[in-house]
């Protein structure tokens, strides 16, 4: 487990806990507005942050490292462009916690696996690049299914995140460190990363916001892959305008990634400011609903087609016959590429090394090195992946699965012909207890259900909270879904649902958090 | 010791088929998929970075010039442009990968279904062109300890990943078949003639000592008669010209004693021995490792727009076959000559040296002679020893005007190559030029013919062909300076 560093004049020692708690609660936005203004210094914003981390992470475990002094420094520098006059970005000084499936130069990135422990990138995901780039203060890194191979982040070889909701349930996953570092209040943004719906199932069952982007809308460069062409990272916020401002901040064209979209960022942040959905065609998907969803669900679900009919949109019913068949095909494709992706892991050149004796052969410790360094989920996609690439099998499993892909995508197509967006529950289920699926992974597949259909075709899809199941009272996530390169549409959708349910709840589903126990 | 027929009675029982693998790394500025410097011979892991060593998230960028070069060399050898292409990743675990995959080619090949012709002692032989793919190299490992040089036995490697990523386009024939017993001169004359190509189209050193220009070649052995294939052996990383022809032969030699034993060629890859002339037996092609080849999803599809492959087109040097036919007409070389001006790989400078103004004739010795024999000594091509073609017709020159001859003109050669400066100024500056002052000439042979008075009676007496020794003591005397031709003609004045 990575050492986590705290600054010297570590606030818990200078109490300023009232004006912390405020600080922590505010949108993004806001903070950054304020920052801007010099109401608040990003120094002060970032301390409380830290201080927060301090309090709470020994329950929640969202975070695998945070770099107190070098956040602060970074604050710092921030506070002295703002005050010397200097451009910044639309968020400067405004905390952000990242994944850690990003190179972030000089921070461990571990990918939540034994395997990369102790190796630093030397370089800058091109999303940390943007980040940093557009003034914004990382944190740290935050805890994920190892190589974001999960739904529950159960499968971090660092120890499972906890939902903040509810500390016994998992956050999510792959990328439960980012969803449940939101719900926490540790940070105001974080950046997550969505293969099969690692930042939309999380965002679903910890009430927070998740977008996945159009495939090649983000930079892939420095995002350690999983599957190649299903990876995409991604804004994670409370709230859909915050969620918007970071999408704008580390999307567009980038020449390092051959699979980026050389085409303008839709305007996602005049969508999020908008929300008119009056006149949109909404089409609610046949396949994703029914038998095997939970209850409460299902009708958090109902209710917010009602909204939206009732905010002018019009519903229509349509049906995506291959969605079906989606699992199966993801499951064929994402483990073959990642039977590939993760075959430089060694041994050789960094990471883990294990088994080298002098006398053991080079292929024995690369074997020896990977039989200790990869979990139990990671080992069984290799062995997948593997299978099915196999002379004599690619044809009837990968070769297979390809074409389903491109069924899948026709569905999407014939679908968005009939309706400007689509929409489903996040998730047929909210939060499960920790634990409780880890022995079953056809258990745990099953979460991903409905964001699975977005990664094979490529589409903009998000996930924004819709209340919580009167059976257990956790949040409910529903899924936006529009065409490539018109993310902005699931922008709109997600601030129309914001609006109006804020204004029914009298405040955020996120105030409703239990309060986490504060260490005195 | 291996068993190995004679090549005559190999050849009396059968019939060699080949197919020939060819990898050419590019001369691209940088790598096949990032911004690092291809430069040969730096220090060690010095032209690397997250790319091509392969660190988590870094990803691949197709280098535009390497996709360029693919096509020209693809259209050199009559080959179909494919309209849309990918790239695909072939995946197996070895230390000088930094991915553990090769990012390559695999279905469907930038370039396919060409062909090319070798001209070998007069005769013209059609090789058909499987395909031309792209992919990118591996990194080097050096092996230390243990007796074979090779992994296994070995107490550590060193690995340097300068040359992983550098853009390599792997040329593939189709089955070379027909050659009969000249099967391993055809294959010579192939990789000789897509060396001069590939040289032509600037696209490569293609210096073969360092591994630019490496070649696998697959024989096989069928029964004279007969149609069938037979079993293939991959004979890997011949890296020389003569290797090529030698490790073919050997090859037919050693598959034909199995054969003709009664045994079974096992299909396999074999590991050439320059010093032995031999092969051995590498890994065994029947528990062949398989590389799960997928589409490489890090990288979009190439489709070379038809406009763009009819402008490379436009930019290619005459084919290496009619080109050869061409120069033969012209300079009227034997067939002999020009075999060995190909394999020296002296076409080159040899037709710059005659467009310079010199002979045919005399242009071929100087190369072959003078210049080759001091590439050899110092292990370079022809056309790295530093003298240049108009320098050679300059001398050339020199010697038919008589102001130097070929004894002096080597003299020069040296003075050039040591960067003494044009031939004209070597010529003064050593002072070599031959004396025609007839003056110090009569006064030489005068002396000549006083200090030999028994060769001067032989002369008079009319055993003309006596002049040979006063020539040699005129020459002596003037330390080689002298046109032989005039003196002999002051002799046979004064003793006529």
């Known amino acids: 487990m990575t050492p986590t560093t705290m600054p010297d004049d570590h606030p818990a020692r200078s109490g300023s806990g009232d004006h912390h708690a405020k600080i922590i609660r505010q949108t993004a936005a806001d903070l950054a507005a304020k920052i801007r203004d010099r109401q608040l210094s990003s120094v002060e914003v970032t301390r409380a942050h830290l201080e927060r981390i301090a309090e709470v992470d020994g329950e929640v475990h969202a975070f695998l490292y945070v770099d107190g002094e070098r956040a602060l420094a970074d604050a710092a520098r921030i506070d002295a462009k703002i005050a010397a006059g200097e451009p910044v970005g639309p968020l400067a000084g405004v905390p952000v916690a990242v994944k850690d499936v990003f190179a972030y130069s000089g921070a461990p990135t571990t990918c939540g696996s034994k395997i990369l422990s102790g190796w630093l990138p030397p370089y800058d995901a091109t999303v940390v690049h943007r980040l940093l780039d557009s003034d914004l203060v990382i944190l740290g890194k935050t805890n994920m299914d190892e190589f974001a191979m999960g739904s529950s982040t159960e499968n971090s070889a660092y120890g499972p995140t906890h939902n903040p909701w509810d500390l016994s349930r998992i956050p999510g996953g792959s990328g439960g460190g980012s969803s449940a570092s939101l719900a926490a209040f540790e940070s105001p943004l974080a950046i997550g990363s969505d293969t099969g719906g690692s930042i939309r199932q999380p965002a679903a069952v910890t009430g927070t916001v998740g977008v996945k982007p159009t495939y090649g809308g983000t930079s892939r460069y420095g995002l350690v892959a999983l599957a190649s062409s299903l990876d995409q990272p991604g804004p994670c916020a409370r709230t859909v305008l915050d969620a918007a401002l970071l999408h704008q901040v580390i999307a567009g064209h980038d020449p390092c990634d051959s699979t980026s979209i050389d085409a303008p960022v839709p305007d996602v942040v005049a969508a999020a400011r908008s929300g008119d959905v009056t006149g949109l065609k909404i089409g609610v998907v046949t396949e994703l609903g029914g038998e095997g969803y939970a209850p409460g669900v299902e009708q958090r679900f109902r209710e917010s087609v009602d909204l939206l009919a009732s905010l002018g949109a019009e519903i229509v019913e349509v049906s995506c016959p291959h969605f079906v068949y989606a699992l199966p095909t993801y499951y064929l494709i994402l483990p073959a590429e990642c039977s590939s992706n993760l075959a430089k892991f060694d041994a050789m050149r960094y990471g883990l090394r294990v088994g080298d004796d002098g006398t053991a052969s080079a292929e024995q410790v690369m074997a020896t090195t990977r039989q200790a360094g990869f979990g139990a989920e990671v080992k069984r996609r290799i062995i997948l992946g593997t299978y099915a690439l196999s002379s004599g099998y690619y044809d009837a499993y990968y070769g297979q699965a390809q074409k389903v892909r491109t069924l899948i995508s026709r569905d999407f197509e014939r679908a968005f012909g009939q309706a400007d967006v689509l929409i489903s529950p996040s998730t047929p289920l909210t939060a499960f207890q920790i634990g409780e699926k880890v022995d079953d992974p056809l258990a745990m597949y099953y979460n991903d259900l409905c964001t699975i259909p977005s990664n094979l075709a490529g589409n903009a899809s998000g996930s924004f909270p819709v209340g919580l199941a009167p059976e257990d009272g956790l949040p409910v996530g529903l899924q936006v879904m529009a065409p490539p390169l018109a993310d902005d549409r699931v922008y709109r959708v997600g601030a129309a649902l914001e609006r109006a349910l804020t204004e029914r709840w009298g405040g955020s589903l996120l105030d409703r958090v239990p309060e986490l126990a504060v260490p005195a | 010791m291996t068993a190995v027929l004679q090549y005559e009675d190999a050849m009396a029982a059968f019939d060699p088929v080949l197919g020939l693998e060819v990898h050419v790394e590019l001369n691209t500025a940088s790598k096949m998929f990032c911004g690092c410097s291809t430069a040969f011979g730096a220090e060690p892991n010095t032209q690397v970075c997250a790319v091509c060593l392969g660190l988590p998230g870094a990803l691949p960028v197709v280098n535009a010039k390497a996709v360029e070069s693919a096509i020209r060399i693809g259209l050199a050898l009559n080959c179909r442009v494919a309209e849309w292409c990918r790239f695909a990743r072939k995946n197996y675990f070895y230390p000088d990968m930094p991915k553990n995959y090769q990012i390559s080619q695999y279905d469907e090949p930038i370039c396919y279904d060409g062909w090319t012709e070798v001209v070998l002692d007069g005769e013209t032989y059609r090789i058909g062109i499987e395909r031309a793919h792209m992919e990118e190299d591996t990194g080097k490992s050096l092996h230390v300890g243990g007796a074979t040089g090779r992994i296994h036995g070995a107490d550590y490697s060193l690995l340097d990943y300068?040359?992983?990523?550098?853009?390599?386009?792997?040329?593939?024939?189709?089955?070379?078949?027909?050659?009969?017993?000249?099967?391993?001169?055809?294959?010579?004359?192939?990789?000789?003639?897509?060396?001069?190509?590939?040289?032509?189209?600037?696209?490569?050193?293609?210096?073969?000592?360092?591994?630019?220009?490496?070649?696998?070649?697959?024989?096989?052995?069928?029964?004279?008669?007969?149609?069938?294939?037979?079993?293939?052996?991959?004979?890997?990383?011949?890296?020389?010209?003569?290797?090529?022809?030698?490790?073919?032969?050997?090859?037919?030699?050693?598959?034909?004693?199995?054969?003709?034993?009664?045994?079974?060629?096992?299909?396999?890859?074999?590991?050439?021995?320059?010093?032995?002339?031999?092969?051995?037996?590498?890994?065994?092609?029947?528990?062949?490792?398989?590389?799960?080849?997928?589409?490489?999803?890090?990288?979009?599809?190439?489709?070379?727009?038809?406009?763009?492959?009819?402008?490379?087109?436009?930019?290619?040097?005459?084919?290496?076959?009619?080109?050869?036919?061409?120069?033969?007409?012209?300079?009227?070389?034997?067939?002999?000559?020009?075999?060995?001006?190909?394999?020296?790989?002296?076409?080159?400078?040899?037709?710059?040296?005659?467009?310079?103004?010199?002979?045919?004739?005399?242009?071929?010795?100087?190369?072959?002679?003078?210049?080759?024999?001091?590439?050899?000594?110092?292990?370079?091509?022809?056309?790295?020893?530093?003298?240049?073609?108009?320098?050679?017709?300059?001398?050339?020159?020199?010697?038919?005007?008589?102001?130097?001859?070929?004894?002096?003109?080597?003299?020069?050669?040296?003075?050039?190559?040591?960067?003494?400066?044009?031939?004209?100024?070597?010529?003064a500056a050593r002072k070599l030029a031959v004396v025609s002052d007839e003056g110090a000439l009569s006064t030489a042979v005068d002396a000549a013919i006083a200090a030999n008075p028994d060769v001067a009676d032989k002369i008079r007496s009319g055993k003309v062909q006596a002049a040979g020794a006063l020539i040699g003591a005129v020459m002596k005397d003037l330390r080689g300076q002298a046109d032989a031709s005039r003196v002999r003609e002051l002799i046979l004045q004064r003793l006529g």
């Open chain 2, 162 to 427: 300068n040359r992983a990523g550098v853009p390599l386009i792997e040329i593939v024939t189709k089955p070379i078949e027909g050659t009969g017993a000249k099967a391993p001169q055809v294959a010579r004359a192939y990789v000789a003639m897509l060396r001069d190509l590939v040289r032509a189209l600037g696209v490569s050193d293609v210096r073969m000592e360092q591994g630019s220009l490496r070649c696998d070649a697959n024989v096989s052995l069928r029964p004279l008669g007969t149609t069938a294939y037979g079993t293939r052996t991959e004979t890997k990383n011949v890296n020389s010209l003569r290797s090529v022809e030698r490790a073919v032969r050997y090859e037919i030699t050693r598959q034909a004693a199995v054969l003709a034993g009664g045994g079974r060629v096992i299909q396999e890859t074999r590991h050439w021995h320059e010093d032995s002339g031999t092969t051995t037996a590498g890994r065994s092609k029947e528990m062949a490792e398989d590389y799960r080849y997928f589409p490489e999803p890090d990288l979009v599809p190439i489709a070379p727009s038809r406009a763009w492959v009819s402008e490379l087109r436009g930019t290619l040097p005459e084919p290496p076959a009619e080109r050869l036919r061409r120069v033969s007409a012209e300079w009227g070389f034997s067939d002999l000559e020009l075999r060995d001006v190909v394999n020296a790989g002296a076409v080159n400078v040899i037709e710059a040296t005659v467009a310079a103004g010199a002979s045919p004739q005399s242009a071929r010795k100087w190369w072959l002679s003078e210049i080759a024999r001091r590439a050899n000594e110092a292990g370079v091509d022809l056309e790295d020893v530093r003298i240049t073609p108009r320098q050679v017709a300059e001398i050339q020159a020199l010697v038919d005007s008589g102001t130097i001859n070929d004894r002096l003109a080597r003299q020069v050669f040296d003075g050039v190559i040591a960067g003494e400066g044009s031939p004209a100024e070597v010529v």
